[in-house]
Structures are given as C-alpha cells and as structure tokens.
C-alpha cells in the first residue's frame, strides 16, 4: 500500500468516526466527504470500497444498532426514531425491518433477557445488524412450524445472543 492509499484510509476512518459519533445529528453525504477530505462522489465509492457499503447505509445501520437498544430498554418505537435521528417513523420503520427482519414494535416486545444478561461490550458485537449476514443464522426465537421460520415472520438478518442455528 502506497502513502497515498494510506492517507486516504486514514481520511475514510476520520469521517466514518464521525458518523458512529454523530449518528442522531442530520448528516449527508457532502458534510462526510468534508471530513474525508474527497469530493462526495469519489468519498461515496472509496467509502463503500473500503468498508462494504455505502455511507449512507453505514449511518442507518448505526442508527438501527442504537435504536435496537433503546427500544430493549423500553423506549417507545417513535421516541426512539426521534433519538437516533430519524425523522420520518415509516422510513424508521421500513429500515428497521429491512435490517433486523422484524418490525421495531415487535423487536421491543420481544424477551431481550439474554442480552441484559451480558456485559454492553458483549452485547454490543452480538446484536450488531449485518446486511450481509445469511439470514437462515439469524433467525428469530419462534414456536416454528416445520420449516423453521416462525409463521408470518421473515428471518432476522442480525444476529442476537441465546440463537442458534436453524437446521
């Protein structure tokens, strides 16, 4: 790796710091790439080269991981939309289930024993969504039918703790 890859890694980290600092404030691609250093659109494709996805989608996977433990601890679904820095609950809602596989109301309904069970660190890297997780790994707890998927519910596309693999 030549210096100046080496720079643009180090501009990349900068700005992708200041999305997991600052995920509840408005941000867009320009304000980013400001940080970064790059233009928006030469951000936007080192960005998803470096890390996998887009900035865009990085900042609403942050939003979800937070949102996800906010609403385990009880918050309501909208207060919570509003803390991360959501402004439209349907958008919140529409992403929120796209990540987890499941809707936020049903997420914070939903036995979390398992994970206040452990220390936040812990807790944090197990309930961390993933886009590219196979979803069949992450399948939410169900009194399944014979196809392992709980009647009415797609599979979770995040891993939490206590699951285990659906056979």
Known sequence: MDPQELANLAHLRR???????????????????????????????????????????????????RAMTLLRGGMSVTDACMTVGCTSLGSFSSRF??????????????????????????????TRPSRNAPSTLNAPPTNASSTGTPAGNTPSRIREAGRTPAA
């Open 15 to 65: 700005a992708r710091d200041l999305i997991d600092r600052e995920y509840a404030r408005p941000l867009d691609v320009p304000t980013m790439a400001r940080h970064a250093l790059m233009s928006p659109a030469h951000f936007s494709r080192r960005f998803r080269a470096a890390y996998g996805e887009t900035p865009y989608n990085y900042l609403m996977t942050r939003r979800i991981e």
């Open 97 to 126: 289930t796209e990540v987890v596989g499941e809707t936020p109301s049903a997420y914070r309904g939903r036995e979390h024993d398992s994970v206040t069970a452990m220390p936040a660190c812990v807790a944090k890297v197990y």
